[in-house]
């Protein structure tokens, strides 16, 4: 498993780096910490720093390396263990752009962020760096709000997208002590029973009855699903299935149950993918109090039993 981890001296990196630090890596991982400096021009905010002569360019270049180095060094000495490879990577540029090409050169398995990185512009303009991150990385990235991983809460859908997250979730084995929690969400919408007369209500109420308890019976079916797999790598897991819109329910689910970690499947990137796609993942990234994982498809997605499609809504991305 290749990991980069993203730090940059922020209190929010210093999460991500207490996450990586609690995690059970598996044996032969490796870990690529990174920090990400600022051109030159970024660090007056224009492009008239160069050709100032009592600015000490030299002098600020050099001072910034030596303190990115060592804050490398300090994150390097906290995550070092056996079986885990821990190299440190400084380099100059935009730091979203930067992360991400770097995952996509090292064909990095997942990336650590913190939930807010520096830079107003970035933040101003595009989100935070994190939010980037997410939109564009080739793999799975987990945004750190949490210093560890003790209770983890998959939302599920019954589809491969959901099985690929429980699949990343259980090989992955980054806390072998953690709980899981699966949740299936049933969201009905009423439009198409709306248009019955006063006099039909019952029959309405009845229809709508038993729309939720197909629902209820697939959730059942979709979680059961899910805690299957993930019981086979051995880690703890309970099932639930709830009533609303998805991302309101996992955000729910989070709260109430005390969970560490939300992990969310999603397919593509890109903004314009983002929105055909809908908004689940987005939705629980900026709002959950918790840390966040987003995965991306596996290669191969094994599912127990194939399930049939329904107009019963659930967990989607």
């Known amino acids: 498993m290749k990991t980069i981890l993203a730090i940059d001296g922020s209190t929010e990196s210093a999460i991500g780096?207490?996450?990586a630090a609690s995690f059970d890596w598996p044996s032969g991982a490796k870990l690529v910490v990174l920090t990400?400096?600022?051109v030159e021009v970024d660090w007056?905010?224009?492009?008239?720093g160069a050709g100032v002569?009592?600015?000490?360019?030299?002098?600020?270049?050099?001072?910034?390396r030596t303190a990115g180095e060592h804050l490398l060094e300090q994150a390097a000495a906290q995550l070092r263990r056996p079986g885990l490879e821990v190299t440190t990577r400084l380099t100059e540029g935009r730091p979203a752009s930067v992360i991400v090409d770097t995952a996509v050169e090292l064909e990095a398995d997942l990336?650590?962020?913190?939930?807010?990185?520096?830079?107003?512009i970035e933040e101003a303009l595009l989100g935070s760096v994190s939010a980037e991150v997410v939109d564009q990385a080739p793999c799975a990235v987990l945004v750190a709000r949490r210093p560890s991983a003790e209770r983890i809460l998959i939302g599920t859908d019954g589809s491969d997208v959901a099985m690929s997250a429980a699949q990343f979730i259980g090989r992955a084995r980054l806390s072998r002590t953690s709980q899981v929690?699966?949740?299936?969400?049933?969201?009905?919408?009423?439009?198409w029973w709306l248009g019955y007369a006063p006099g039909d209500a019952t029959f309405a109420a009845d229809a709508y009855a038993s729309v939720v308890a197909e629902g209820h019976r697939r959730g059942d079916a979709v979680t059961s699903a899910m805690a299957a797999r993930l019981r086979a790598e051995d880690l703890t897991?309970?099932?639930?299935?709830?009533?609303?819109?998805?991302?309101?329910a996992l955000l729910h689910e989070a709260r109430t149950w005390g969970a560490d970690l939300v992990?969310?499947?999603t397919r593509g990137n890109g903004l314009v993918k983002r929105l055909l796609l809908g908004s689940t993942a987005r939705s629980v990234l900026h709002h959950a109090s918790a840390s966040v994982l987003i995965t991306k498809p596996m290669r191969e997605v094994v599912r127990e039993r194939p399930l049939a499609t329904d107009p019963v809504g659930a967990v989607r991305a």
């Open 17 to 19: 780096l207490a996450a």
């Open 36 to 38: 990400v400096q600022p």
């Open 53 to 64: 002569p009592y600015l000490p360019t030299d002098d600020v270049r050099e001072s910034r």
């Open 111 to 120: 990336i650590i962020v913190g939930a807010r990185g520096h830079g107003a």
């Open 181 to 191: 929690r699966v949740v299936h969400s049933v969201d009905v919408h009423p439009a």
């Open 263 to 265: 992990v969310v499947g």
């Open 44 to 48: 007056y905010g224009g492009p008239w």
């Open 237 to 248: 897991v309970s099932t639930v299935t709830v009533e609303g819109p998805a991302a309101a």
